[in-house]
Every structure is written in C-alpha cells, then in structure tokens.
C-alpha cells in the first residue's frame, strides 16, 4: 500500500494554522473529556457549526474535531483518577485502579503513567490506522449480528476473570447490569419496556446516569459517612512521576490494551467503553497473579486507558474506509465530511489525500502534543484533589447534578442519579463489586440486539452463530478464556 | 451599512405584519448530528443566508424517545412560545400512531410546515444477481424466508414499515419477515456487503451515494416520480408494477397554545423563505428534496399521515 497520502498529510498537518487548530483541538478535548458527563461529542457538536460557517476549509475543521475526540480520551481518565467520577464513557475502567492509586497518595503517579498509557495507546492506533485501514474496514464487514453477539459471548467470558472470592455476587451484579439494559425501546420489536408511561425512560436509562449516579453519588455517600465516623484519612499526593519499573511493568499491559481497543474500535457499535472494559477483563486474566487488581494496581489503570484511546484510533476506519461510523462521535463526523460534501470510502485515500492524510498526520502530531499537554499539567490537576472534604463533597455532587442536566436538562434524570446512587451505595456496603454491573448494562444491549437479529434473520435457527469463521473464533476464545485458568489452577500454576 | 439598512428594512416590515418573537429557537430532539439536527440548521441556516430575519435561529437540542420527551414539554412547559418551533418528520407521525407519544395525539401541537423531504428507497448489495424489484419481487414472492430484511429502526420504524408494504404488495404476511433492526443507515450497508441481510431498507440521500460509489443498488426509490441527482437512473416502484411510496418529510411544529397571528408570522416567514435561492441551496446541501407544505395545508397532511399509518400499524398487527 502506497503511503503517498501520509506525506501529502504531514505537508498539510504542519502548516502552521493547522498544528494550532490541532493544539486548540486537542485542549478543548481534554477539558470536555475531564468534564464529567460532557464527552466529546457535545464538544463536536457545539464547534462544527461554528467552524463550518466561519468556511474553515475541511482539512482543518477535521483536525480540530479529531483533536477533541482523542483529547477527551485523554481527559476523562483526570476525573476519574482524581474523583471516581469518569470524565467521559471510556474512561470508567480507569477508575477501578486509578481511583484506589489516588487513594493510597499516588494521584500524581496514576495521572502520569495513564498519560502514558493513553499515548501508547494513541500511537499504536495510528500506526494501526495508517498501515491497515482498509484492511480492517474489511473484517468490519464480517461481522454480522450473529458474530457480534459471539463477540459479546466471549467478553462475558472474559468477565469470569472478575469473579474473584464471592462468585455470587459477581454475577448478582453482572444480571442487575443485564436488568438495567433492558428499560426503555425494545430495540427490535419497537416496544417499550419498564417505562412506566414517562417518555423520559423511552431511550433507557442513560449510561452516563449510571456511571455518575454508581460512582460518584455512592462515593460521596461512603466518604460522608467515613467523614462522620472519624475515619477520613486526608490523601498525601506522592512522588510526581511514576518510576521507571513501574512504566517497564505497564508496558506489556498498555500494548496489549492498546490492540484490543483498536479492533474493539474498527468494529462499528462497540466503542472505547467497550474496549476498555475488554481490556481491563482480559489483562485481569493475565497479569492479576495476587488479586491486587481493583485495589490500585498500576496494569489495571494502564490496560483500559490505552484501549480506550485506541479505540477512538480505530473507530476511524470504518469511518473513513467505508463511511460507516464506529462510534456516535465519528457519526457526528461523519456528517462534517458529508456537510463538506466529502464521501468518504478506499477512494478518500487516493482522491482526497489532503482529508485523509492531513487527518492521520494531525493525529500523530496531536498524540505528541497531548503528551506534552497531559505530563506537565499534571501538577495542576493534582492540586484539585488536595480540597478539604466540605469543599470537595459538595462540589463533586454539584458537579454530578450539573453534568446530569446540563445533558438531559430534566429533573427525572436528576431523581434516577439520586436514586441510582443510593442504590449503589447499598451495593458496596453488602460487599457487592461495581465493575460487573457496569460491565452487564454495556454488553448486555449490544449482546441483546445482535442476538434478536441474528434469530430474526436466521428464522429462529441457532446453526447461524456458528455458520461463519469468524464466529467459530470466537467461540473457541470464548472457550479458552473460561477453561485455561481452570486447568492451570488445577495443575498449580495459577494460584 | 446597507446589510444593516437590510436588516432594518425587514425588521420595518416584518413589525409592520405581526411583531416578530423576540428570539427564535429550533428545538431538535434528538442529540446533534441526526434528521432533526439537520431540519433546525436547514432553517437556521437558510434564514441567515436569505436574510429574512434580523436574529438569528438557535438550535438547541432535547433528545429522548425519539422526540417523545420534547413533545411532552412543548405540550407541558412552553406550549404558548412564539418563537419556538420543533423539528418533526414522517417518523413523529408514525410513532404518534402508534401511540408512542404518551397521552397526547396528534392533534395536541399546531402543524407548521414542511420543508424538503426524502424518500425510502430498497436496495441490494452491488454484486447481488437482482437488477430490478420485479426480479427480486418474483423471488421474494417465491421464498420469504431466503431474504433477511435490513432497516435502521425497530419493527414498527419507517424502515420497518418500508419492507411491510413491500411485502404486503406482494401478498407476503408482514409478520413473517426475517427483519433486523439495525443502528442506522451504515450498518445497513455493512451488513448488505457482507451478506448477513440480503434486501436494505432505506432513505434515498444516505443510499444515493452509496449507489453511485457501486457499494450497494438501490432497485426502487419509493417516490411519485423519480428522483434527481444520485439516483436518476431507478426507476419508482410504481414504473415496476408495485404501488410502493414512502415520503419522509422534514418539517416543524409549535406549542398548541400559539396564538393564530404568531403562527400566521412563521406561515409568512417560512413561504417567503422556501421562495428563495439560499434556501434552495441548503435544501440541497442537506440531501433534501423538494416537497414544500406550510400552514393549513401541512396540518392536513400531517393528520392524514397519522391516520394512514395508523390503518397500516394495525393491518400489520402492531396495535
């Protein structure tokens, strides 16, 4: 494949008003990304119609909104390092160790090393981007309900990994997940389930709702009473940087996470929510030899960050090689190129070098900036979390209310959080994981969906979802992810 | 200065036929970058270019329901806004027939106008052996079963309904279609290319280009007359022997409690606008046809649509 488009890009990435529109990009993004409950698409959204009538030419608007896609990326891990409150979907994964490492006065440490994660992540998906794009825009096409739902099989298995000492409750948690998923349109037969006649559930619980109203409320709850009961330890901030071992042990966890997430973001309908959950899953089944994960362990922060920036690198092939979005933000971009009159497609490569090209360049240059933005500026963000508890309580149940109508602009949602958070604060004082729950209210919808209309196109026929390649696969590696730690166990080599 | 005399000048003569709201908002229901988005910057835009109005449209965005929750809070919270219009499609009378609105019909907003509209449209993958509906109808007609239906909505959906009408032309039971409700017009595609669903149900902007690139053939757009642009070339369903149209038009509503004088200022505003070259322009540019109803005329339409689809709805055994 010829790289002819790369050069022509780079020539246009690196003219001067393009790297700052870059820069600007890439800012915007972290703030909204860090915002919680404002992710990059209300940052697209809110920019292209500006962008668009002030006729800045095509290249340029599409540099921006990628800079506010990946920088959101980074962003969200901020929020929830610092305050458990996920800045954005794919960073929820992040909070599982990062939010303990901040607890435990290495707030400073976890910021670092995921900006490092979310580069490495950012980088190898570029690099995927740029040398297989259109490769991948095939295997996208294979995918048929049937093998999604495969898929969805096999990250269920994964999940097995997060069972831990009470396999019970992890599975209690998970069906709650999978209960949840189920309010709101049915999404094959139209109807409506568990909406009690309020249009406002009509679309289901919002996934932001839950993650804001599970964390965040439950955690000012449970840091309110440890407030009460004169067990608040106040957090000492730690080294700046994380030392050089601890990024050698990362690496492996970060490329891993980082291929996963960029296959997870090829495939349309499953975004860096998805892939990071994956990731965090699998590289639990790899590396969680002492049962340190989800209490702070630095390979539990660095999987899920560099897929989840992975995934907003591979969510921009399908977009590009077949006008097909990976994710409701490409969707939003889509549409800038179709405003632009720009069909995307293999040909966008050759006939439009100066779009394509200048977008994957801009991408390297932004990784680059990123980095540079996130590792410095880290001591700023550090400084947030330093804010005595009257200040810090409130504000973060100020700012989970705000985030919560700011998107939905109605008081039902405000009610749901509320009542959301209660519910998961009575989880965690029954000694029930969060993660599961999560986990079951993301995959069960996609998993859902794709298992209807894989039935519907079958007739009923079970035979579908073994009628292809790439579904056998992933049976097998569904198999092997449940059996191979029995067996291992068994022979004493896992503990 | 001579904008600002311009925009005096409309200013003068706007006031002269009815006080013009003081701010004027679109209301999408839906979050950015969908149909509705599209219909409130076809208006916004179009009204800068042209001129028309000294202040500007802002679009503001409710999503929920497909449009159910900002049905509900126009009706509820600002039923009596005189700037106010809300975006609406075929779809809202569709889901308003089936009763998905809550406890307010059709008859519960005034009506405004429609502005453009686009058409459905069936289409197959680039390499299937099918050059025409009659083709595909005969063997459809033949073996249901062989051909898995793909739309992006749920059962009941305008895409839905698009492969029901196909099927009930043809005799064919709509229950018993292999249907899957995919996300949206791209997954149709990749699920065309890649086999998994042999027929795409669909709208003849997004499928258009499709065409032309050779990914997909569209067989029958579902249009009175053929279409321009794209897809010039198909012929209408009716050309192949089957009554088949399904016209999706793009338009707005207000607050039931409107007085008659501000919706008589849009009526005005809004005929003196579709008369103009910008405005064409952003119709264009948004993939739209022309189809243009405004005042009395498109709430006739809009209640003769809700009883249409109603007829259809049960036919089809959803209510």
Known sequence: ?495 | MRRLLTAVAVALFAASAQAAPDKLECLAPAKPGGGFDLTCQLLRLSLQNAKLVPQPVAVTYMEGGVGAVAYNHVIGSRPADPGLVVAASSGSALLLAQKKFGVHDENAVRWLAALGADFGVLAVSGDSPFKSLKELGAAFKENPAAFPIGGGGAVGSQDWMKAAIFAKSLGVDPKTLRYAALEGGGAVLTALQGGHIKIGSGDAAEMGALHKAGKIRVLAVMSEQRLPGDLAEVPTAREQGLDLVWTIWRGFYMGPKVSEADYQWWVELLTKLVATPEFEAERKARGLFPYTKIGAEFDRQVKADVARFRELAKEAGLL
């Open chain 1, 1 to 495: 494949m010829s790289l002819d488009y790369l050069w022509t890009g780079f020539a246009v990435a690196l003219q001067w008003h393009n790297l700052l529109f870059g820069l600007f990009g890439c800012f915007l993004g972290t703030v909204v990304g860090a915002l919680p409950a404002i992710g990059p698409i209300n940052g697209i959204a809110l920019l292209l119609p500006l962008l668009y009538t002030l006729g800045v030419p095509p290249e340029s608007t599409m540099i921006v909104l990628a800079g506010i896609y990946y920088g959101a990326e980074y962003g969200g891990r901020i929020s929830s390092i610092l305050l458990n409150v996920p800045g954005d979907a794919g960073a929820v994964m992040t909070a599982l160790d990062g939010y303990p490492m901040a607890r435990e006065g290495r707030a400073a440490e976890a910021l670092a090393l995921s900006g490092i994660a979310s580069f490495i992540g950012g980088l190898v998906s570029v690099v995927a981007l740029t040398f297989f794009g259109p490769l991948f825009g095939q295997l996208a096409v294979g995918f048929g309900p049937a093998e999604y739902f495969v898929l969805m099989v096999f990250a269920f298995a994964t999940l097995t990994s997060m069972v831990g000492d009470q396999p019970i409750k992890t599975l209690i948690a998970a069906t709650l997940g999978l209960v949840l998923a189920t309010v709101g349109l049915d999404p094959t037969s139209g109807a409506y389930r568990f909406t009690f006649g309020e249009p406002e559930l009509h679309d289901g619980i919002e996934f932001i709702i839950l993650v804001i109203g599970l964390f965040s409320v439950s955690e000012v709850l449970m840091l309110l009473e440890r407030q009460y009961a004169g067990r608040l330890t106040l957090l000492s901030v730690g080294r700046g940087l994380p030392s050089l071992a601890t990024v050698r042990s990362c690496i492996g966890a970060m490329l891993r996470g980082a291929g996963i997430g960029f296959v997870i973001g090829v495939l349309p309908g499953t975004g860096a929510s998805v892939a990071s959950a994956v990731s965090y899953t699998t590289e639990k089944r790899i590396s969680d030899r002492n049962g340190t994960f989800g209490k702070g362990d630095p390979r539990g922060l660095a999987a899920p960050e560099a897929a989840n920036n992975a995934a907003a690198g591979g969510a921009f092939v399908p977009m590009l090689t077949l006008g097909v979005p990976g994710s409701g933000t490409t969707a939003v971009m889509l549409g800038a190129l179709l405003l632009y009159n720009i069909q995307p497609g293999p040909q966008l490569f050759s006939e439009r070098p100066e779009i394509a090209g200048g977008l994957i360049a801009s991408m390297y240059i932004g990784n680059l900036l990123l980095l540079i933005l996130n590792l410095p500026l880290v001591q700023l963000f550090v400084r947030m979390i330093l804010l005595p508890n009257w200040i810090l309580l409130p504000g973060v149940l100020a700012l989970a209310f705000l985030a919560v109508y700011s998107a939905y602009a109605s008081t039902l949602s405000i009610v749901i959080t509320l009542s959301i958070g209660v519910f998961g604060y009575v989880l965690r004082k029954l000694g029930f994981d969060l993660a599961p729950l999560i986990l079951g209210f993301v995959l069960g919808k996609v998993a859902e969906t794709n298992l209807r209309n894989a039935l519907a196109i079958s007739g009923g026929e079970l035979g579908i979802f073994f009628s292809s390649p790439i579904a056998i696969v992933l049976w097998l590696l569904a198999a092997v992810v449940v059996v191979l730690p029995l067996v291992l166990r068994r022979r004493g080599v896992l503990s």
